[in-house]
């Protein structure tokens, strides 16, 4: 009764969350993909935790749950597209495909139990109940746990993965355009699925030594810990949750971009060399990595060079990305600054922030991957003074 009870909750605050998204001035496709999970979700948990009471009323219910989760999987992974490249094109016939293990799904439990009188539906559910599953239930049961689950989790990664690279491309910082939160959200239902292929299918169908229910009670108690850490971000970063006003500066990712990277590009090896010095030049002498949100069009525009040439200017003459090449140029601006400053005038994350970078968390992990070691140990190797007397704030 307790865990019901703490079940319960935990859902009723991911129906809240979708209220939220729901309720925003400006949504976006996102905002409409993640509500529309969140509520499904809910649907799905309260199913599931009453799955013995709504049996009263019909024998549909009783495996509302499992057959929905077929819904909710290729939502989220909608929903990770179109907050990683900007939109889906409902359009274009490949994104329903994502819906077809759903249909079959349907066209299954459809012929086999729903069209069937309330009677024949009675005897399957106490056979599937005890164990004793069909054949077309098992296609279902198994389909989820060793297909359906881990292709879209692993989709929904590949998207992400692609997002963190067309970031290091394109923008010099990571903030309001980073994804981490929903990479680590994507984990947790990752342990949501280990959950249930240790308990549910492991445990009490193959080796029978834990209880029924046992993998889909552990299951949903991490599904219901995913949702307190949604709910937590949303309140520290309101733009998933609230209106905010960042311009959304993100485009579709195109799925051939880094296959035909510069194949034709008409960059010839003496033009490359001559923009190499020209772009030397102009950030000595112009310092725009001072701008702490440059992005690469941004710097192509005031070169007047074009984006896909100063793209693979950066890559090839400097193997660099875009973000790696302009938080090079900040930890030498930072280094440079602490060399000249009284440091106890200054604390060193107002010199980051002179030096480009917009948040202490970037400039410390940027700092210590560039210079191997951290910004106080570096002020320390530089300066023989007690450390108390110098300002860090990081």
């Known amino acids: 009764m307790l865990l019901q009870t703490i079940i319960t909750i935990g859902a009723s605050q991911v129906l809240t969350l ?46 509302a749950s499992f057959y929905m989760a077929y819904l909710v999987l290729p939502i989220f992974y909608l929903y990770t597209k179109s907050a990683s490249t900007g939109y889906v094109d409902f359009y274009k016939w490949k994104n329903w495909i994502s819906f077809v293990p759903f249909l ?39 389909g989820m746990f060793f297909g359906v689950f881990p292709y879209y989790l692993f989709a929904s990664f590949r998207l992400l993965k692609r997002h963190e690279n067309y970031i290091l ?15 680590r959200f994507l984990w947790g239902e990752g342990l949501v699925w280990v959950a249930f292929l240790i308990f549910e299918v492991l445990a009490h169908n193959f080796f029978q030594i ?33 209106d905010r006003e960042v311009e959304r500066i993100l485009v579709p990712i195109r799925g051939k971009e880094e296959t035909i990277k510069y194949q034709s590009s008409s ?33 192509a525009q005031r070169m007047n060079m074009p984006v896909n040439h100063l793209s693979q200017l950066v890559n090839e003459q400097f ?6 090449f302009i938080n090079n140029y900040r930890v030498k601006a930072f280094q440079q600054l602490v060399q ?7 604390t060193l994350l107002a010199l980051a922030y002179e030096a480009g970078f917009n948040s202490k968390s970037s400039f410390n992990a940027i700092f210590k991957k560039t210079a191997g070691m951290t910004p106080s140990e570096y002020v320390k190797s530089l300066h023989p ?8 704030n990081t």
């Open 267 to 299: 960059l010839s090896a003496d033009k490359a060399k001559a923009y190499e010095e020209r772009l030397q030049n102009f950030m000595m002498a112009e310092k725009p990595y001072l701008a702490s949100k440059i992005t690469i069009a941004e710097l």
């Open 18 to 63: 979708s209220f939220l998204i729901w309720l925003k001035k400006k949504r976006e496709q996102a905002d409409y993909l993640l509500s529309l999970e969140l509520l499904l979700m809910f649907l799905v948990i309260i199913f599931y935790n009453y799955h013995d009471e709504l049996h009263l009323f019909s024998p549909i219910l009783t495996f």
């Open 169 to 183: 491309t394109k923008f010099s910082y990571k903030e309001e355009v980073s994804l981490a939160w929903l990479n």
């Open 340 to 346: 000249e400053r009284d440091l106890q005038q200054y």
């Open 104 to 142: 079959m799904v349907m066209c299954l439990f459809g012929f086999n139990f729903f069209i069937q009188d309330r009677a024949k539906q009675e005897l399957l559910t106490t056979q599937i109940i005890e164990g004793a599953n069909p054949l077309w239930y098992q296609v279902v049961y198994y």
């Open 319 to 324: 193997n660099q990305n875009f973000f790696d």
């Open 210 to 242: 834990v209880g029924e229910d046992i993998g889909f009670q552990a299951a949903f108690i991490i599904l219901i810990a995913c949702m307190i850490y949604l709910g937590i971000y949303g309140l520290r970063f309101q733009g998933v949750f609230m």
């Open 385 to 392: 003074i007690p450390k108390t007397e110098i300002r860090t």
